[in-house]
Protein backbone atom coordinates (compact mmCIF):
# COMPACT_ATOMS: atom_id res chain seq x y z
CA UNK A 1 0.00 0.00 0.00
CA UNK A 2 2.89 2.20 0.88
CA UNK A 3 4.35 1.19 -2.20
CA UNK A 4 1.46 2.22 -4.54
CA UNK A 5 1.26 5.75 -2.53
CA UNK A 6 4.99 6.55 -3.79
CA UNK A 7 4.55 5.79 -6.88
CA UNK A 8 1.57 7.84 -7.30
CA UNK A 9 3.47 11.09 -5.69
CA UNK A 10 6.15 10.17 -7.89
CA UNK A 11 3.66 10.50 -10.84
CA UNK A 12 2.65 14.04 -9.99
CA UNK A 13 6.12 15.04 -9.16
CA UNK A 14 7.22 14.28 -12.66
CA UNK A 15 4.34 15.72 -13.89
CA UNK A 16 4.66 19.07 -12.07
CA UNK A 17 8.32 18.70 -13.07
CA UNK A 18 7.55 18.16 -17.22
CA UNK A 19 4.91 20.87 -16.52
CA UNK A 20 7.22 23.28 -15.44
CA UNK A 21 9.85 22.85 -17.91
CA UNK A 22 7.36 23.69 -20.12
CA UNK A 23 6.39 26.79 -18.85
CA UNK A 24 9.46 27.98 -18.42
CA UNK A 25 10.94 26.82 -21.97
CA UNK A 26 8.16 29.14 -23.09
CA UNK A 27 8.61 31.89 -20.90
CA UNK A 28 12.38 31.90 -21.81
CA UNK A 29 11.57 31.84 -25.42
CA UNK A 30 9.26 34.80 -25.08
CA UNK A 31 11.38 36.28 -23.16
CA UNK A 32 14.61 35.95 -25.66
CA UNK A 33 12.37 36.43 -28.97
CA UNK A 34 11.93 39.51 -30.48
CA UNK A 35 8.51 40.82 -30.79
CA UNK A 36 7.26 42.51 -34.38
CA UNK A 37 4.47 43.58 -36.07
CA UNK A 38 3.54 42.41 -38.67
CA UNK A 39 2.33 45.17 -42.10
CA UNK A 40 1.92 45.13 -46.38
CA UNK A 41 2.92 47.52 -48.90
CA UNK A 42 0.09 49.09 -50.42
CA UNK A 43 0.26 50.52 -53.77
CA UNK A 44 -0.11 54.22 -54.68
CA UNK A 45 1.71 57.59 -54.89
CA UNK A 46 3.74 58.92 -52.14
CA UNK A 47 2.30 61.99 -50.91
CA UNK A 48 4.20 64.40 -48.94
CA UNK A 49 1.89 67.58 -47.52
CA UNK A 50 3.34 71.09 -46.96
CA UNK A 51 1.54 73.37 -44.73
CA UNK A 52 1.12 76.87 -45.79
CA UNK A 53 -1.27 79.97 -44.95
CA UNK A 54 -3.42 81.89 -47.64
CA UNK A 55 -4.37 85.33 -47.32
CA UNK A 56 -7.71 86.15 -49.05
CA UNK A 57 -7.03 88.45 -52.01
CA UNK A 58 -8.46 89.84 -54.99
CA UNK A 59 -6.14 89.73 -58.40
CA UNK A 60 -8.91 91.93 -60.63
CA UNK A 61 -11.05 94.49 -59.51
CA UNK A 62 -12.85 96.85 -61.14
CA UNK A 63 -13.02 100.89 -59.01
CA UNK A 64 -16.25 102.46 -58.39
CA UNK A 65 -16.59 105.94 -57.71
CA UNK A 66 -18.45 109.29 -59.52
CA UNK A 67 -17.61 110.94 -62.00
CA UNK A 68 -17.54 114.93 -60.82
CA UNK A 69 -16.97 118.15 -62.85
CA UNK A 70 -14.48 120.77 -61.00
CA UNK A 71 -14.86 122.13 -57.68
CA UNK A 72 -17.98 119.47 -57.18
CA UNK A 73 -17.64 117.29 -54.10
CA UNK A 74 -19.58 114.73 -52.36
CA UNK A 75 -20.46 114.04 -48.64
CA UNK A 76 -20.72 110.31 -48.00
CA UNK A 77 -23.60 109.38 -45.67
CA UNK A 78 -23.07 105.47 -45.34
CA UNK A 79 -21.69 102.48 -46.84
CA UNK A 80 -22.96 99.47 -46.66
CA UNK A 81 -20.34 97.11 -47.48
CA UNK A 82 -17.39 96.08 -46.16
CA UNK A 83 -14.06 93.86 -48.26
CA UNK A 84 -15.19 90.51 -48.69
CA UNK A 85 -18.89 90.87 -48.80
CA UNK A 86 -20.78 89.50 -51.60
CA UNK A 87 -23.09 92.26 -53.58
CA UNK A 88 -25.76 91.70 -56.49
CA UNK A 89 -25.94 93.82 -60.06
CA UNK A 90 -28.13 96.73 -58.39
CA UNK A 91 -27.65 96.60 -54.38
CA UNK A 92 -26.54 99.82 -53.02
CA UNK A 93 -22.91 99.74 -51.72
CA UNK A 94 -22.25 103.43 -51.26
CA UNK A 95 -24.60 106.63 -50.21
CA UNK A 96 -24.05 110.40 -50.87
CA UNK A 97 -25.13 114.04 -50.90
CA UNK A 98 -23.99 116.67 -52.95
CA UNK A 99 -21.76 118.73 -50.99
CA UNK A 100 -23.61 122.28 -50.21
CA UNK A 101 -26.41 121.61 -52.92
CA UNK A 102 -28.42 124.36 -51.64
CA UNK A 103 -25.95 126.73 -51.89
CA UNK A 104 -24.49 125.67 -55.48
CA UNK A 105 -27.99 125.96 -56.09
CA UNK A 106 -28.94 128.98 -55.26
CA UNK A 107 -25.90 130.29 -57.16
CA UNK A 108 -26.84 128.73 -60.53
CA UNK A 109 -30.40 130.31 -59.81
CA UNK A 110 -28.55 133.93 -58.74
CA UNK A 111 -26.71 133.31 -62.42
CA UNK A 112 -29.88 132.78 -64.26
CA UNK A 113 -32.01 135.09 -62.70
CA UNK A 114 -29.20 137.95 -63.99
CA UNK A 115 -29.20 136.98 -66.85
CA UNK A 116 -33.07 137.04 -67.06
CA UNK A 117 -33.08 140.28 -65.32
CA UNK A 118 -30.03 141.56 -68.73
CA UNK A 119 -32.28 140.15 -71.15
CA UNK A 120 -35.41 141.65 -69.73
CA UNK A 121 -33.97 145.09 -70.26
CA UNK A 122 -32.52 144.55 -73.28
CA UNK A 123 -35.79 143.25 -74.91
CA UNK A 124 -36.93 146.53 -73.25
CA UNK A 125 -34.76 149.00 -74.81
CA UNK A 126 -34.47 147.21 -78.09
CA UNK A 127 -38.56 147.27 -78.67
CA UNK A 128 -37.44 149.40 -82.02
CA UNK A 129 -35.73 146.86 -83.46
CA UNK A 130 -37.18 144.73 -86.28
CA UNK A 131 -35.37 141.30 -87.13
CA UNK A 132 -35.25 140.43 -90.61
CA UNK A 133 -35.14 136.69 -92.17
CA UNK A 134 -31.29 137.59 -93.35
CA UNK A 135 -30.44 138.85 -89.86
CA UNK A 136 -31.37 135.43 -88.46
CA UNK A 137 -29.78 133.42 -91.44
CA UNK A 138 -26.66 135.82 -91.17
CA UNK A 139 -26.33 135.38 -87.29
CA UNK A 140 -26.90 131.25 -87.15
CA UNK A 141 -24.17 130.77 -89.82
CA UNK A 142 -22.05 133.42 -87.41
CA UNK A 143 -22.59 131.29 -84.83
CA UNK A 144 -22.21 128.15 -86.07
CA UNK A 145 -19.01 129.30 -87.47
CA UNK A 146 -17.79 130.34 -84.14
CA UNK A 147 -18.46 126.89 -82.44
CA UNK A 148 -16.96 125.04 -85.61
CA UNK A 149 -13.74 127.32 -85.14
CA UNK A 150 -13.84 126.17 -81.47
CA UNK A 151 -14.31 123.07 -81.98
CA UNK A 152 -11.74 122.50 -84.70
CA UNK A 153 -8.82 124.16 -82.26
CA UNK A 154 -9.46 121.86 -79.46
CA UNK A 155 -9.56 119.07 -81.73
CA UNK A 156 -5.92 119.98 -83.33
CA UNK A 157 -4.55 120.88 -79.85
CA UNK A 158 -5.64 117.52 -78.65
CA UNK A 159 -3.99 115.71 -81.73
CA UNK A 160 -0.95 117.66 -81.99
CA UNK A 161 -0.03 116.83 -78.32
CA UNK A 162 -0.06 112.71 -79.02
CA UNK A 163 2.03 113.34 -82.62
CA UNK A 164 4.31 115.37 -79.92
CA UNK A 165 4.45 112.56 -77.63
CA UNK A 166 4.61 109.91 -80.31
CA UNK A 167 7.18 111.50 -82.26
CA UNK A 168 5.11 111.63 -85.51
CA UNK A 169 4.03 113.69 -88.33
CA UNK A 170 0.47 114.17 -89.89
CA UNK A 171 0.07 112.67 -93.30
CA UNK A 172 -1.70 114.40 -96.12
CA UNK A 173 -4.25 111.61 -95.42
CA UNK A 174 -5.48 108.96 -93.21
CA UNK A 175 -3.16 108.97 -89.73
CA UNK A 176 0.41 108.66 -89.17
CA UNK A 177 2.07 104.79 -90.00
CA UNK A 178 2.50 103.22 -86.22
CA UNK A 179 -0.24 105.62 -84.26
CA UNK A 180 -1.85 104.36 -81.39
CA UNK A 181 -5.48 103.93 -81.10
CA UNK A 182 -5.74 107.00 -79.02
CA UNK A 183 -3.67 109.61 -81.73
CA UNK A 184 -5.60 107.66 -84.63
CA UNK A 185 -9.02 108.42 -83.00
CA UNK A 186 -7.81 112.29 -82.44
CA UNK A 187 -6.67 112.33 -85.81
CA UNK A 188 -10.25 111.57 -87.09
CA UNK A 189 -11.89 113.71 -84.81
CA UNK A 190 -10.01 116.54 -85.86
CA UNK A 191 -10.07 115.83 -89.89
CA UNK A 192 -13.96 115.77 -89.11
CA UNK A 193 -13.61 119.22 -87.08
CA UNK A 194 -11.49 120.80 -89.98
CA UNK A 195 -14.44 119.59 -92.64
CA UNK A 196 -17.03 120.79 -90.33
CA UNK A 197 -14.93 124.48 -89.84
CA UNK A 198 -14.65 124.21 -93.78
CA UNK A 199 -18.45 123.86 -94.19
CA UNK A 200 -19.57 126.57 -92.03
CA UNK A 201 -17.42 128.48 -93.46
CA UNK A 202 -18.49 128.57 -96.81
CA UNK A 203 -22.50 128.88 -94.97
CA UNK A 204 -20.78 132.21 -93.58
CA UNK A 205 -19.03 133.27 -96.51
CA UNK A 206 -22.80 132.81 -98.26
CA UNK A 207 -24.32 134.84 -95.87
CA UNK A 208 -21.83 137.78 -95.22
CA UNK A 209 -23.60 140.11 -97.88
CA UNK A 210 -26.93 140.08 -95.06
CA UNK A 211 -24.83 141.42 -92.52
CA UNK A 212 -27.28 143.92 -90.11
CA UNK A 213 -26.35 146.73 -88.79
CA UNK A 214 -24.72 147.49 -86.04
CA UNK A 215 -27.85 148.47 -83.30
CA UNK A 216 -29.09 144.92 -84.72
CA UNK A 217 -26.29 143.04 -84.71
CA UNK A 218 -25.64 144.36 -80.59
CA UNK A 219 -29.15 143.20 -79.93
CA UNK A 220 -28.66 139.94 -81.86
CA UNK A 221 -25.00 139.19 -79.43
CA UNK A 222 -26.76 140.58 -76.21
CA UNK A 223 -29.64 138.36 -76.47
CA UNK A 224 -27.77 135.38 -77.24
CA UNK A 225 -24.84 135.61 -74.46
CA UNK A 226 -28.27 136.07 -71.84
CA UNK A 227 -29.60 132.96 -73.09
CA UNK A 228 -26.90 130.83 -72.95
CA UNK A 229 -26.05 132.13 -69.28
CA UNK A 230 -29.31 130.83 -68.55
CA UNK A 231 -28.91 127.76 -70.36
CA UNK A 232 -25.99 127.09 -68.72
CA UNK A 233 -27.54 128.36 -65.22
CA UNK A 234 -30.62 125.92 -66.11
CA UNK A 235 -28.30 123.02 -67.18
CA UNK A 236 -26.06 122.97 -64.02
CA UNK A 237 -28.95 122.87 -61.95
CA UNK A 238 -30.16 119.97 -63.79
CA UNK A 239 -27.21 118.51 -63.09
CA UNK A 240 -27.11 119.58 -59.87
CA UNK A 241 -29.99 117.52 -59.05
CA UNK A 242 -29.61 114.68 -61.10
CA UNK A 243 -26.14 114.12 -59.69
CA UNK A 244 -27.40 114.16 -56.05
CA UNK A 245 -30.43 112.16 -56.95
CA UNK A 246 -27.89 109.45 -58.47
CA UNK A 247 -25.36 109.32 -55.42
CA UNK A 248 -27.96 109.04 -52.72
CA UNK A 249 -27.68 105.07 -54.08
CA UNK A 250 -24.08 104.04 -55.47
CA UNK A 251 -25.16 100.54 -56.70
CA UNK A 252 -23.03 97.75 -57.71
CA UNK A 253 -22.79 97.21 -61.70
CA UNK A 254 -22.66 93.48 -61.04
CA UNK A 255 -22.46 90.55 -59.01
CA UNK A 256 -19.22 89.90 -57.19
CA UNK A 257 -17.15 90.57 -54.18
CA UNK A 258 -15.92 93.89 -52.77
CA UNK A 259 -12.53 93.95 -52.57
CA UNK A 260 -11.74 97.39 -50.90
CA UNK A 261 -13.39 100.24 -49.52
CA UNK A 262 -11.86 103.45 -49.90
CA UNK A 263 -14.23 105.74 -47.89
CA UNK A 264 -16.33 105.81 -44.79
CA UNK A 265 -19.69 107.84 -43.28
CA UNK A 266 -18.48 111.54 -42.97
CA UNK A 267 -15.82 111.83 -46.03
CA UNK A 268 -15.74 114.29 -48.62
CA UNK A 269 -14.78 112.73 -51.98
CA UNK A 270 -13.71 114.76 -54.80
CA UNK A 271 -14.04 112.10 -57.90
CA UNK A 272 -10.27 111.66 -58.33
CA UNK A 273 -10.39 108.07 -56.82
CA UNK A 274 -12.47 105.26 -55.86
CA UNK A 275 -15.19 105.18 -53.60
CA UNK A 276 -14.46 100.97 -53.63
CA UNK A 277 -13.25 98.24 -55.93
CA UNK A 278 -15.35 94.94 -56.52
CA UNK A 279 -14.28 91.88 -58.35
CA UNK A 280 -14.34 92.32 -61.89
CA UNK A 281 -16.53 90.43 -64.61
CA UNK A 282 -15.18 86.77 -64.35
CA UNK A 283 -13.05 87.08 -62.06
CA UNK A 284 -12.74 85.82 -58.51
CA UNK A 285 -11.24 86.40 -55.26
CA UNK A 286 -7.85 83.82 -54.59
CA UNK A 287 -6.31 82.58 -50.94
CA UNK A 288 -3.00 84.10 -51.62
CA UNK A 289 -0.07 82.27 -49.87
CA UNK A 290 4.00 82.76 -49.56
CA UNK A 291 6.12 79.54 -51.21
CA UNK A 292 8.65 81.05 -50.97
CA UNK A 293 10.41 79.20 -48.17
CA UNK A 294 8.70 75.65 -50.46
CA UNK A 295 12.13 74.08 -51.84
CA UNK A 296 10.38 72.17 -53.86
CA UNK A 297 8.60 73.36 -57.09
CA UNK A 298 4.40 74.91 -56.81
CA UNK A 299 3.27 74.51 -59.76
CA UNK A 300 -0.70 75.14 -61.29
CA UNK A 301 -2.95 72.31 -60.94
CA UNK A 302 -0.75 71.25 -57.96
CA UNK A 303 -3.56 70.10 -55.30
CA UNK A 304 -3.72 71.83 -52.07
CA UNK A 305 -5.80 70.56 -48.95
CA UNK A 306 -8.14 72.84 -46.53
CA UNK A 307 -8.87 70.95 -43.20
CA UNK A 308 -12.75 71.49 -42.19
CA UNK A 309 -12.61 69.47 -38.73
CA UNK A 310 -10.16 66.79 -37.15
CA UNK A 311 -12.07 64.48 -39.70
CA UNK A 312 -12.69 65.84 -42.62
CA UNK A 313 -10.87 68.47 -45.70
CA UNK A 314 -11.55 69.62 -48.76
CA UNK A 315 -9.39 69.48 -51.86
CA UNK A 316 -8.88 72.58 -54.01
CA UNK A 317 -5.94 73.61 -56.49
CA UNK A 318 -3.43 76.04 -57.41
CA UNK A 319 -4.55 78.16 -59.82
CA UNK A 320 -1.75 80.71 -60.81
CA UNK A 321 2.19 81.56 -59.20
CA UNK A 322 3.81 84.60 -59.36
CA UNK A 323 6.69 87.13 -57.78
CA UNK A 324 4.87 89.69 -55.48
CA UNK A 325 6.31 93.36 -54.93
CA UNK A 326 9.11 92.10 -52.82
CA UNK A 327 10.27 89.55 -55.59
CA UNK A 328 8.74 86.50 -52.84
CA UNK A 329 7.16 83.84 -54.64
CA UNK A 330 3.51 83.30 -54.09
CA UNK A 331 0.74 80.55 -54.90
CA UNK A 332 -2.90 81.69 -55.48
CA UNK A 333 -5.30 78.97 -54.26
CA UNK A 334 -8.80 78.60 -56.34
CA UNK A 335 -11.84 78.88 -53.57
CA UNK A 336 -14.39 76.50 -55.01
CA UNK A 337 -17.77 76.08 -53.75
CA UNK A 338 -16.60 73.45 -51.31
CA UNK A 339 -13.29 76.19 -49.72
CA UNK A 340 -16.52 78.65 -49.29
CA UNK A 341 -18.20 75.93 -47.27
CA UNK A 342 -15.44 74.68 -44.98
CA UNK A 343 -14.86 78.52 -44.42
CA UNK A 344 -18.28 79.95 -44.21
CA UNK A 345 -18.00 83.41 -46.27
CA UNK A 346 -15.84 85.24 -48.00
CA UNK A 347 -15.92 88.18 -45.73
CA UNK A 348 -15.08 85.55 -43.01
CA UNK A 349 -11.57 84.77 -45.03
CA UNK A 350 -10.54 88.26 -45.04
CA UNK A 351 -11.17 88.22 -40.66
CA UNK A 352 -7.95 85.65 -40.90
CA UNK A 353 -5.93 83.60 -42.75
CA UNK A 354 -6.75 80.16 -43.91
CA UNK A 355 -4.49 77.08 -43.08
CA UNK A 356 -3.48 75.03 -46.05
CA UNK A 357 -1.34 72.20 -47.31
CA UNK A 358 0.53 72.30 -50.69
CA UNK A 359 -0.17 68.38 -51.56
CA UNK A 360 2.99 66.88 -53.53
CA UNK A 361 2.25 63.76 -55.01
CA UNK A 362 4.82 61.15 -57.09
CA UNK A 363 4.44 60.67 -60.60
CA UNK A 364 4.64 57.08 -60.15
CA UNK A 365 2.83 54.65 -58.50
CA UNK A 366 5.04 52.48 -56.12
CA UNK A 367 4.65 50.33 -53.12
CA UNK A 368 3.86 52.22 -49.80
CA UNK A 369 4.91 51.23 -46.14
CA UNK A 370 5.25 52.69 -42.98
CA UNK A 371 9.00 54.31 -42.58
CA UNK A 372 9.62 52.37 -40.20
CA UNK A 373 9.58 49.43 -42.02
CA UNK A 374 12.43 49.98 -44.29
CA UNK A 375 15.72 49.51 -42.33
CA UNK A 376 19.71 51.32 -43.84
CA UNK A 377 20.50 54.00 -45.12
CA UNK A 378 21.61 55.71 -48.76
CA UNK A 379 20.81 52.88 -51.62
CA UNK A 380 21.88 50.23 -49.00
CA UNK A 381 17.86 50.01 -47.66
CA UNK A 382 15.83 47.02 -46.64
CA UNK A 383 13.17 45.68 -45.23
CA UNK A 384 12.56 42.20 -43.30
CA UNK A 385 9.86 39.63 -44.44
CA UNK A 386 8.41 37.34 -42.51
CA UNK A 387 8.43 33.46 -43.44
CA UNK A 388 6.17 30.90 -40.98
CA UNK A 389 7.27 27.73 -40.93
CA UNK A 390 5.00 24.53 -39.33
CA UNK A 391 6.22 21.35 -37.69
CA UNK A 392 5.03 17.68 -37.61
CA UNK A 393 3.38 18.53 -33.85
CA UNK A 394 1.72 22.09 -35.53
CA UNK A 395 3.48 24.17 -33.67
CA UNK A 396 4.28 27.58 -35.96
CA UNK A 397 7.70 29.40 -36.01
CA UNK A 398 8.50 32.75 -37.31
CA UNK A 399 11.71 33.86 -39.11
CA UNK A 400 12.28 37.50 -40.59
CA UNK A 401 14.64 37.52 -44.00
CA UNK A 402 16.68 40.55 -45.37
CA UNK A 403 15.29 41.86 -48.52
CA UNK A 404 17.22 44.56 -50.32
CA UNK A 405 15.19 47.33 -51.72
CA UNK A 406 15.21 50.85 -53.82
CA UNK A 407 13.62 53.88 -51.73
CA UNK A 408 11.94 56.36 -54.60
CA UNK A 409 11.34 58.80 -51.58
CA UNK A 410 9.71 58.95 -47.97
CA UNK A 411 7.65 61.62 -46.75
CA UNK A 412 5.41 61.91 -43.42
CA UNK A 413 6.20 58.61 -42.61
CA UNK A 414 5.64 56.88 -45.51
CA UNK A 415 8.40 55.21 -47.71
CA UNK A 416 7.95 54.57 -51.43
CA UNK A 417 9.82 51.53 -52.73
CA UNK A 418 10.26 50.55 -56.40
CA UNK A 419 9.86 47.01 -55.79
CA UNK A 420 7.00 45.12 -56.27
CA UNK A 421 6.69 43.47 -52.22
CA UNK A 422 2.86 43.82 -51.81
CA UNK A 423 2.55 39.99 -51.29
CA UNK A 424 4.73 39.95 -48.19
CA UNK A 425 4.28 40.42 -44.90
CA UNK A 426 6.61 42.75 -43.57
CA UNK A 427 8.27 42.75 -39.98
CA UNK A 428 8.07 46.02 -38.33
CA UNK A 429 7.91 48.04 -34.86
CA UNK A 430 10.31 45.01 -33.27
CA UNK A 431 11.27 45.67 -29.59
CA UNK A 432 14.93 44.96 -30.12
CA UNK A 433 17.31 44.58 -33.62
CA UNK A 434 16.42 42.02 -35.64
CA UNK A 435 18.92 39.93 -38.40
CA UNK A 436 18.43 38.01 -41.49
CA UNK A 437 17.20 33.89 -40.02
CA UNK A 438 16.15 35.55 -36.92
CA UNK A 439 12.68 34.00 -35.06
CA UNK A 440 10.42 36.58 -33.96
CA UNK A 441 7.02 36.49 -32.00
CA UNK A 442 4.02 39.17 -32.76
CA UNK A 443 3.18 41.73 -30.69
CA UNK A 444 0.33 40.39 -27.79
CA UNK A 445 -2.21 42.90 -28.13
Not at 133 to 146: G, H, I, N, S
Not at 261 to 278: I, N, P, Q, R
Amino acid sequence: MNLRKFAIRGLIAVAVAVALCMFFSGTIRTITTAKVRLTQATSGRLEEEIRIDGKLVFPQVERIGVALEEGQTLTVTRVNVRPGYEVKAGDVVVEARVADLESALAEQQASYDEALDGLLALESKSRAIRLRPTDEQYAAAYFELRDAMKAAAAARIEMEALLAAEGLELPQSGAPEGASEALRTAVEAWRAADAAQAQAQAAMDGAARYAPDEDTWSYITEKRDFEEKMAQAEESMAALRELDANVRAVCAPRDGYVAAVAVKAGDSYDGSGEMLTVTAADAAPVLRADVSQVDRTVSEGMPVTIEVDQYTSVETQVVATGLDSEGKRYADVEITPQVLDARGSVYAMTVEETPMSLVFRARETTALLPSSAVHGSGEDRYVFTVETSYSNLGNSRMTVRKLPVTVAGEADGVASVREEIGYYDIAYMEDRPINDGDAVMLYIE
